[in-house]
Every structure is written in structure tokens, then in C-alpha cells.
T-cell receptor, first 117, second 116 residues
């Protein structure tokens, strides 16, 4: 049973390009969370999604960032027109259920390290 | 809203020495508490968690943490560290009960470096 798979592991983009980060949750997990880790900082919550629904996007920057979790396929975090300040590690986590999920586990992927040059 | 403060950004220790990584939190509601470990260029791994019951929780690799509600702390301890414990450690909280869905608030992290 594979864990949470994130790809690519490393992504380099020039300023103004688009970045697409993918997250495949663990088998049987229908809840996905995205976190961002800026240099020298802890992880910050960005968005929580269930299949085809955004539940909480209170941590997402207002512009250029979007996330989806379609019925089929991985969750995608999309950053348009990247800037140097977007350089960070982006982590995805999944869990088997929402409410009360912490009793059942919450598994992180290995992250995508985005570098904007 | 919750907040987490890890009081030490870096903790250097010698192998086989004891260590304590400090974590304090602030919350107006009941919380669950966690410690995660991150090895270089890897994702976060859950080290231990407090959900309810005994305030002292232990991990399989010798770490333990004690939930102290009056001091709003959840310090991580190990009586004797190994070189392999070198990593960054994150304390995190999540509100408990109600419509909780596992949104975690993390501290800034503590880099533990174990020297031979």
C-alpha cells in the first residue's frame, strides 16, 4: 500500500511560469490537505479538499493559487505566474475521513520543492 | 484560533545525553497535540500524539511527551539520544471535537543536532 505520492519531487520554474504540483493520496483516503513550508518556517495550512469539493481554503493566497481534487486522479495545486517568494516546500497529507480523522491517521507525502529562478 | 511556539530553534547535544524540546501552545478550545519529525529532504513523520487519556505519551523509538494543560505545554523528551535522531522536530495542534477535520497548526520547528 503506497503512501502519499507527490510529484515532482523538485520543480524549477522561471518567474511568470506556471507550477503544477500533484498529490496522490493513500488508497482509501478521500481527504487531502496542502501545506507550505517556507524557508526557516514551520508548515502553514493552505487548503483542505475532499473529492470534487474545496472544504477550507482559508490558508490559500488570494491570487494565483488554486487547488482541485477531481473525482478521478490526483489532487493538483496550481500556482500561476510564479514569483521568487513562492519558492518553498509544498506538502500534501491525506486521511481516510474528515471529522474525527485524527484517530485514524494523517499521512504526509515527501513534498515538492519548488524553486523559482 | 490556535498557535504553537517552539522555544528553541536549534538544540545541539552529544550522543547519549538527554534532550528536551519545548513546545507551548495557545488555544481557546480543547486541542489534540502532535510531534512530527522531518529528516533532511523527506516528508513529515508522526512521532507521537496526544488525543485523550494518559497525559504521558510515548513513541516506539524512545521519545515521550507530556501534556500539561495548566502550563499549555507538550514538551518532547528523550533520556538518551542517538546520532540518528538528528532531524527537525515540529510540534503541532489541532482543535478537538465538533467539526474538527484535522487542520494542523505547526510550530516553527526545532533542529536537533546530535554530535558524537
Amino acid at each position: 500500500n503506497a503512501g502519499v505520492m507527490q510529484n515532482p519531487r523538485h520543480l524549477v520554474r522561471r518567474r511568470g511560469q506556471e507550477a503544477r504540483l500533484r498529490c496522490s493520496p493513500m488508497k482509501g483516503h478521500s481527504h487531502v490537505y496542502w501545506y507550505r513550508q517556507l524557508p526557516e518556517e514551520g508548515l502553514k495550512f493552505m487548503v483542505y479538499l475532499q473529492k470534487e469539493n474545496i472544504i477550507d481554503e482559508s490558508g490559500m493566497p488570494k491570487e494565483r493559487f488554486s487547488a482541485e481534487f477531481p473525482k478521478e486522479g490526483p489532487s493538483i495545486l496550481r500556482i500561476q505566474q510564479v514569483v521568487r517568494g513562492d519558492s518553498a516546500a509544498y506538502f500534501c497529507a491525506s486521511s481516510p475521513r474528515g471529522q474525527g480523522n485524527l484517530n485514524y491517521g494523517y499521512t504526509f507525502g515527501s513534498g515538492t520543492r519548488l524553486t523559482v529562478v | 484560533a490556535q498557535s504553537v511556539t517552539q522555544l528553541d530553534s536549534q538544540v545541539p547535544v552529544f550522543e547519549e545525553a538527554p534532550v528536551e524540546l519545548r513546545c507551548n501552545y495557545s488555544s481557546s478550545v480543547s486541542v489534540y497535540l502532535f510531534w512530527y519529525v522531518q529528516y533532511p529532504n523527506q516528508g513529515l513523520q508522526l512521532l507521537l500524539k496526544y488525543l485523550s487519556g494518559s497525559t504521558l505519551v510515548e513513541s516506539i523509538n524512545g521519545f515521550e511527551a507530556e501534556f500539561n494543560k495548566s502550563q499549555t505545554s507538550f514538551h518532547l523528551r528523550k533520556p538518551s539520544v542517538h546520532i540518528s535522531d538528528t532531524a527537525e522536530y515540529f510540534c503541532a495542534v489541532s482543535r478537538s471535537g465538533g467539526t474538527s477535520y484535522g487542520k494542523l497548526t505547526f510550530g516553527q520547528g526545532t533542529i536537533l543536532t546530535v554530535h558524537p
